[in-house]
Every structure is written in C-alpha cells, then in structure tokens.
C-alpha cells in the first residue's frame, strides 16, 4: 500500500468550474499536509499547507483535513485555464523513520478547458 | 528574496563520468532536502540535512550516490560513475526547520547517454 495516494487522473473541469482533488494518507501519526502545484517542465510550488481537522481557505483555494478518515482534500472555485498542472499531495511523517520527511503522491493531472 | 539555487539546470553526460549537481538553500533555513523525480517513481526523498548534518539518507539509491553539505549554503549530489537509469530530474529544497513548509529549486535536467 502506497503511503501517500492520489487519483492520477486526469481531472478534466470546464472554466469557472470547482476542481476537487483528493488524497489518503496512511500514517495516522502524521500533523502536517501540504499541497503543491507542478507546471510541466517546473518545479512544485507551495500552494497551500494544513495542520489542523477542518476548511482553510486562501483565496479561490481550500485545503480541507480529516485525521479521522486519513484525508485531504483540495477545493479550487472558479478553475482559470492556468490552474492546468499536476497538483501533489504531501504529508510529513511523525515518527519513526518517517520523522520530518516529506512523502508524495503520484499527484492528480489537472486540466481546466475554457 | 532569492529563492533555492541549483546548478546545473541541464547535464547531458556519458554513462560511467561523474556528475556533480549544486545548491544553495534560501538565507537562514536550516533544513535542506534532495529529491529526484521520474515518470515512474514520482518525487522521492534521496536525503535530508538539518544544520549541515545528514539526518536520513535511507533514499540514497546506492553507493554510487553521495551528498556533502560543507556549510549553511552550500551543498551538492554527486554520482559516480552515472548510469542512464539515474536520468532524471533532481531537486533540491529548503526549509527553516524540517517541520515548516519546504520550497523547491528550480530542479537539474540529467541525462545520462
């Protein structure tokens, strides 16, 4: 079982649509989850970070976190043709051999059609 | 304020030469990660410095691999002798502890023929 699972997709959505991307975790030990965005050709780029059960928002985007059931979500409202990219999942281990590392999923290919 | 540095951005090289690859992590993080991604295997953690101390280095394929970090802003990857499996893109990230968020470099191109 993969630590860190994400549907590949790809997520097709029209323009001004919600995009809705999921992602299970298998550390129940595990505090901080993180989101990254990745253009073809670039690097990840921190869009969002959650620590704690419930909604943060940051603009059109929200994280979202249950310990309970093992998952993060990530909401984007009103999708903009350039929010087409991989979109990774992470989340940082909390002990044993796993402590301050950061585990990926495959990430959820993303592709927003005007 | 200048992000995570890395050089190369491309290395085309031939199969048994050794590769070096840099980075300098943001001023004042502390933590510093190598990652290298593929199509197959996705992003993986390759190893972790915390104050210029490797603390994990469990992901380092094999000894072909190693990873210095001789001060708080330097550190590099080498591989010797390469292979063309170790084609790939590397990445270096960095973090003020290795609990808060981690931001990428722009990543190195290997090609090994």
């Known amino acids: 079982q993969k630590e860190v699972e994400q549907n590949s997709g790809p997520l097709s959505v029209p323009e001004g649509a919600i995009a809705s991307l999921n992602c299970t975790y298998s550390?129940?030990?595990?505090?901080?989850f993180f989101w990254y965005r990745q253009y073809s050709g670039k690097s990840p780029e921190l869009i969002m970070s959650?620590?704690?059960?419930g909604d943060k928002e940051d603009g059109r985007f929200t994280a979202q976190l249950n310990k309970a059931s093992q998952y993060v979500s990530l909401l984007i409202r009103d999708s903009q043709p350039s929010d087409s990219a991989t979109y990774l999942c992470a989340v940082k281990g909390a002990g044993g051999t796993s402590y301050g590392k950061l585990t990926f999923g495959q990430g959820t290919i993303l592709t927003v059609h005007p | 304020d200048a992000g995570v540095i890395q050089s190369p951005r491309h290395e085309v090289t031939e199969m048994g030469q050794e590769v070096t690859l840099r980075c300098k992590p943001i001023s004042g993080h502390n933590s510093l990660f190598w990652y290298r991604q593929t199509m197959m295997r996705g992003l993986e953690l390759l190893i972790y410095f915390n104050n210029n101390v490797p603390i994990d280095d469990s992901g380092m394929p094999e000894d072909r691999f190693s990873a210095k970090m001789p001060n708080a802003s330097f550190s590099t990857l080498k591989i010797q002798p390469s292979e063309p499996r170790d084609s790939a893109v590397y990445f270096c990230?960095?973090?003020?502890?290795?609990?808060?968020?981690?931001?990428f470099g722009p990543g190195t191109r290997l090609t090994v023929l």
């Open positions: 959650i620590y704690s059960n």
């Open positions: 990230a960095s973090s003020r502890t290795r609990f808060d968020e981690q931001f």
């Open positions: 550390d129940r030990g595990s505090q901080s």
